[in-house]
Nanobody
Framework: QVQLAESGGGLVQTGGSLTLSCAAS????????VAWFRQAPGKEREFVAA????????KYGDSVKGRGVISRYNQVNTVYLQMINLKPEDTALYYC?????????????????WGQGTQVIVSS
């Protein structure tokens, strides 16, 4: 029912920052847990960050702890991922995903709705 659309990717230099956006098509977005995953060529999809229906519940992957902040603004049906101090290893296709489970998980298999992804390239 809900459609997700990522934006904000691009080319940045090592040490730079960017903010990714995940926009949902419907007002029921507030009922979903939302997560960011990333996938580099030849690699498995990796958990990055998640925020629950209750915005006080957030989780971060080890690779971005201290460098990423996930937030949501339900009034505009949007979730953001702010990343700083970017590294070449952050280069990947970043996906937004949503699920209406009662708990927030880091397991990609728990998420039902997915966007098309936005590409992040960090120059080295």
């Amino acid at each position: 029912q809900v459609q997700l659309a990522e934006s904000g990717g691009g080319l940045v230099q090592t040490g730079g920052s960017l903010t990714l956006s995940c926009a949902a098509s419907e007002y029921t977005f507030s009922d979903y847990n939302v997560a960011w995953f990333r996938q580099a060529p030849g690699k498995e999809r990796e958990f990055v960050a998640a925020v629950g229906r209750n915005i006080s519940v957030t989780k971060y992957g080890d690779s971005v702890k201290g460098r990423g902040v996930i937030s949501r603004y339900n009034q505009v049906n949007t979730v953001y991922l702010q990343m700083i101090n970017l590294k070449p290893e952050d280069t990947a296709l970043y996906y937004c995903a949503a699920d209406r489970s009662l708990t927030v998980t880091t397991d990609k298999n728990q998420y039902v709705l997915w966007g098309q992804g936005t590409q992040v390239i960090v120059s080295s």
